[in-house]
């Protein structure tokens, strides 16, 4: 039966998982209309866009070893409020000289945010002694959507605006988790003999694969969605931010029954499916004769990709029982890996052969995924963590 203070830091989860989901939202709806307002054209777009997973890569690398020293709450409380703050600059940023540093600040804080909650997620999922991690991706994607949704109901304001106010709220979201969070000591498991340094890549290699094969896609949908819904279905201001409210929405609707359907069919299945619907998802992408079945298919990619993180990340934990994060913060950075793939492979092939085609690229990945799918076993996790151990 979980405690009063096993209760608390889930809450405090739900509000980091949350704040995350905002501010990211908040910053990528905008890339077409940051593309539009910098007069940048593909190929300057997808180089600026790589920034943000590159340094993002660096801050969950820097992660792992500030929270195996400190913890992850820590890191939190002083990360989190900075990718607020970075979303604000790169709204109020009236040249490219000026976005580009606002880009580097997002990409490391949010790269440090995305390792600690997870960290996080996992300790809570580890104390309660059952699958939990889907239901803070849950809230990842509520509040990634509502950044959506205030974006097209937004779309006549400046801006910076339109980027400034979710802030206001990100960070007061933020404030108020922070103390309430896992602390070091209780996200680490005493008993357990793994270490840092004796922790063995094989074992979490597939699930390395499938988050970076996941982000490939998710780089696609995030980064070009407004510029496919504009450029290639020609729709308008209001039109455009719905592609990514459905795939959040789908995300959202899957994840909401995702700890249930995990504990009843187990991960595998569960990735397998997920693998298979993605790659669906995205040849209706590629094929999308009009802006409805765009939209539709944008969602049919959100129910496919939106298992694959939660189970690597709770497949990570399983295999690292001493809480050392180091596990998390490995299958994490692969989280970024996918994302500069993405954003360069999917921003490269629309330069030269046109936006429709470029999403063909993730459509072979995320078939890939149904291949990686046995590696997300429970008895797989238990049999290379008890090697891990000896």
């Given at each position: 039966?979980?405690?009063?203070?096993?209760?608390?830091?889930?809450?405090?989860?739900?509000?980091?998982?949350?704040?995350?989901?905002?501010?990211?939202?908040?910053?990528?709806?905008?890339?077409?209309?940051?593309?539009?307002?910098?007069?940048?054209?593909?190929?300057?777009?997808?180089?600026?866009?790589?920034?943000?997973?590159?340094?993002?890569?660096?801050?969950?690398?820097?992660?792992?070893?500030?929270?195996?020293?400190?913890?992850?709450?820590?890191?939190?409380?002083?990360?989190?409020?900075?990718?607020?703050?970075?979303?604000?600059?790169?709204?109020?940023?009236?040249?490219?000289?000026?976005?580009?540093?606002?880009?580097?600040?997002?990409?490391?804080?949010?790269?440090?945010?995305?390792?600690?909650?997870?960290?996080?997620?996992v300790a809570v999922e580890r104390r309660y002694g059952v699958q939990v991690l889907n239901g803070f991706?849950?809230?990842?994607?509520?509040?990634?959507?509502?950044?959506?949704?205030?974006?097209?109901?937004?779309?006549?304001?400046?801006?910076?605006?339109?980027?400034?106010?979710?802030?206001?709220?990100?960070?007061?979201?933020?404030?108020?988790?922070?103390?309430?969070?896992?602390?070091?000591?209780?996200?680490?498991?005493?008993?357990?003999?793994?270490?840092?340094?004796?922790?063995?890549?094989?074992?979490?290699?597939?699930?390395?694969?499938?988050?970076?094969?996941?982000?490939?896609?998710?780089?696609?949908?995030?980064?070009?969605?407004?510029?496919?819904?504009?450029?290639?279905?020609?729709?308008?201001?209001?039109?455009?931010?719905?592609?990514?409210?459905?795939?959040?929405?789908?995300?959202?609707?899957?994840?909401?029954?995702?700890?249930?359907?995990?504990?009843?069919?187990?991960?595998?299945?569960?990735?397998?499916?997920?693998?298979?619907?993605?790659?669906?998802?995205?040849?209706?992408?590629?094929?999308?004769?009009?802006?409805?079945?765009?939209?539709?298919?944008?969602?049919?990619?959100?129910?496919?990709?939106?298992?694959?993180?939660?189970?690597?990340?709770?497949?990570?934990?399983?295999?690292?029982?001493?809480?050392?994060?180091?596990?998390?913060?490995?299958?994490?950075?692969?989280?970024?890996?996918?994302?500069?793939?993405?954003?360069?492979?999917?921003?490269?092939?629309?330069?030269?052969?046109?936006?429709?085609?470029?999403?063909?690229?993730?459509?072979?990945?995320?078939?890939?995924?149904?291949?990686?799918?046995?590696?997300?076993?429970?008895?797989?996790?238990?049999?290379?963590?008890?090697?891990?151990?000896?």
């Amino acid at each position: 039966m979980p405690s009063l203070r096993d209760r608390q830091t889930r809450v405090a989860a739900f509000f980091v998982f949350g704040v995350q989901g905002l501010s990211f939202a908040t910053l990528l709806i905008q890339v077409a209309n940051l593309q539009a307002r910098h007069e940048l054209d593909e190929g300057t777009l997808t180089l600026l866009l790589l920034i943000v997973p590159v340094f993002a890569g660096v801050g969950s690398v820097a992660a792992g070893a500030f929270a195996a020293r400190l913890g992850s709450r820590l890191l939190l409380r002083v990360a989190q409020p900075v990718v607020a703050v970075a979303v604000v600059l790169a709204g109020l940023a009236p040249n490219v000289p000026l976005l580009v540093p606002a880009l580097l600040l997002f990409g490391v804080a949010v790269g440090a945010v995305d390792a600690g909650m997870n960290m996080q997620g996992v300790a809570v999922e580890r104390r309660y002694g059952v699958q939990v991690l889907n239901g803070f991706h849950c809230v990842w994607s509520v509040f990634s959507m509502v950044g959506a949704l205030w974006a097209s109901a937004a779309a006549d304001l400046p801006l910076p605006v339109v980027m400034a106010v979710p802030m206001v709220f990100a960070v007061a979201g933020s404030l108020y988790a922070g103390p309430k969070l896992c602390s070091p000591k209780e996200e680490k498991v005493e008993t357990a003999t793994v270490t840092a340094g004796r922790f063995p890549w094989r074992p979490i290699l597939p699930l390395c694969l499938a988050m970076g094969f996941l982000y490939v896609g998710d780089a696609a949908v995030s980064n070009f969605n407004t510029v496919f819904m504009k450029d290639v279905l020609t729709a308008g201001p209001r039109v455009i931010p719905l592609a990514y409210v459905a795939y959040q929405a789908t995300t959202l609707a899957v994840r909401l029954g995702g700890d249930f359907a995990v504990r009843r069919y187990g991960p595998a299945v569960i990735v397998r499916i997920g693998g298979l619907i993605a790659t669906l998802g995205f040849l209706g992408v590629v094929l999308a004769p009009n802006q409805f079945l765009g939209i539709v298919a944008f969602g049919l990619t959100g129910v496919g990709l939106s298992v694959v993180a939660p189970q690597s990340f709770s497949a990570a934990g399983r295999l690292d029982p001493a809480g050392t994060g180091v596990a998390i913060a490995r299958v994490n950075l692969f989280n970024y890996v996918g994302f500069i793939v993405g954003a360069a492979l999917v921003g490269g092939i629309a330069d030269a052969a046109g936006m429709r085609i470029a999403f063909a690229a993730p459509l072979v990945l995320a078939a890939a995924i149904i291949v990686l799918a046995p590696g997300f076993a429970p008895k797989r996790a238990a049999a290379t963590t008890d090697q891990a151990t000896t």
